[in-house]
């Protein structure tokens, strides 16, 4: 089946998430490897939230994908967004970047290989719950012990030479601050507005982003050359200054009673991507230091995490990537997070590598370009090939 076809029919198959609902799409998976001879083993929850694992035993290979999706309406759509339209050039809709293309890719690379009576020498993994967090989907997989420690290929949408080794790491907050109310009148000669005191760590969180991280020489090196390639990419400027730097977002805030009385009560959810040479414990501390008032309730953290640029992973996904495209092929480390942390936490060597337009990745007009899907199924094929030789 060509890959605009399947990767047509996995956007038409709605997994938005939340609120994360993928026995559907699962189901077609899982259909279509059984139809090529792939056995497969499917861990679902009662809420309908379906990953698919296709384990094969001493395999140095996984190949890994998310099938569900971020929400979308139907306002400003060139193409409704699961209609999965097909033109001469793209694949329209949503989840074509993000990542059901790679998925296609992924099912399109073990097809041929099956068709060609050839073994299939990786395992393969698609999951429920990326976008949210992956507590349902890899991590559900990996505290199952579904999976052994090997060589992974996330098919997460990446510039076409450019594969990702790394990322930054996650530093997620929910914070509670108490004020003194009184009367909105007599402040701030009277009382404690939880919200100002909210507003003071916001202001201290863009001071920490100002900080410079002592990083050493090779991790520099990928930075640099990761910030000229999501620039262009991304055509943002500063984007040496994201990759090395803390970023932070106060995502949501709720505070306050009433106009006039100062705010005895306010949340604060904050959000931070943690660059290589920021500690996290030093990174916490300085922050309840500086939340007067304020208490972290609950706290998710992760690491940076980097697979080794020299290991054979990544040597490998270029020399493939170079004979589809040519031109001058290097790994890259990017901002956002993925299921790569999860998985290298639990031992594997990850890379991400896949098609998709990222420019469009979260957007109205998510699309894909037929050519980068027909290309990364070269790719994986041949990743799969090399790996069935050694």
């Known amino acids: 089946m060509q890959v605009s076809r399947i990767c047509s029919d996995l ?27 792939i056995c497969q083993k499917i861990y679902a929850d009662s809420n309908g939230a379906c990953n698919l694992v296709s384990e094969i035993p001493q395999s140095r290979l ?8 971020v929400p979308a309406r139907d306002e400003g759509w060139t193409h409704p967004p699961f209609s ?6 793209y694949v329209w809709g949503r989840g074509s970047t993000d990542m059901k293309g790679g998925c296609a890719a992924i099912l399109s690379a073990c097809e041929t290989r099956v068709n060609r009576g050839l073994e ?4 393969l993994a698609f999951v429920c719950d990326e ?16 999976l052994h420690p090997c060589d992974c290929v996330i098919a997460e949408p990446t510039p076409a030479l450019h594969p990702s080794i790394g990322q930054k790491g996650l530093c997620r907050l929910e914070i509670g601050f108490s004020g003194t109310p009184a009367h909105g009148s007599l402040y701030p000669a009277v009382g ?5 005191e909210a507003m003071s760590l916001i202001g201290y969180m863009k001071e920490l982003s100002m900080t410079d991280y002592p990083v050493d020489e090779h991790i ?4 640099e050359d990761s910030g000229d390639v999501l620039s262009q990419e991304f055509n943002i ?9 803390l970023t932070y977002n106060p995502g949501v805030i709720h505070g306050g009673e009433k106009s006039n009385v100062v705010a005895q009560h306010c949340d604060l959810d904050l959000e931070c991507r943690v660059p290589w040479g920021c500690n996290i414990p030093d990174l916490l501390k300085g922050i309840q230091d500086h939340a007067h008032r304020g208490k972290i309730i609950s706290q998710e953290t992760h690491e940076p995490s980097i697979t080794d640029p020299l290991c054979p992973l990544v040597s490998v996904t270029c020399s493939e990537i170079k004979k589809v495209y040519g031109g001058t092929v290097f790994p890259i480390v990017q901002w956002a997070a993925s299921d790569a942390r999860h998985l290298r936490r639990h031992g594997f060597r990850v890379i991400e590598y896949g098609p998709g337009e990222i420019s469009t990745l979260h957007a109205v007009n998510e699309r894909v370009t037929i050519d980068s899907l027909e290309k990364a199924s070269l790719i994986y094929g041949g990743i799969m090939q090399k790996y069935a030789e050694n």
């Open 11 to 37: 956007v038409t198959i709605k997994s938005e998430n939340p609120p994360g609902e993928t026995a559907d799409v699962i189901e077609y998976i899982r259909a279509f490897l059984e139809k090529i001879g």
């Open 62 to 69: 996984l190949l890994c994908g998310h099938v569900d999706v």
């Open 84 to 89: 999965g339209d097909i033109d001469d050039t």
């Open 120 to 123: 299939l020498p990786a395992s």
């Open 131 to 146: 976008e949210t967090g992956g507590e349902m989907g890899i991590r559900h997989i990996l505290a199952r012990n579904a």
């Open 192 to 196: 404690v507005s939880a919200i100002v």
């Open 220 to 223: 520099r090196e990928i930075i």
């Open 237 to 245: 400027g500063g984007v040496r200054d994201v990759l090395k730097r």
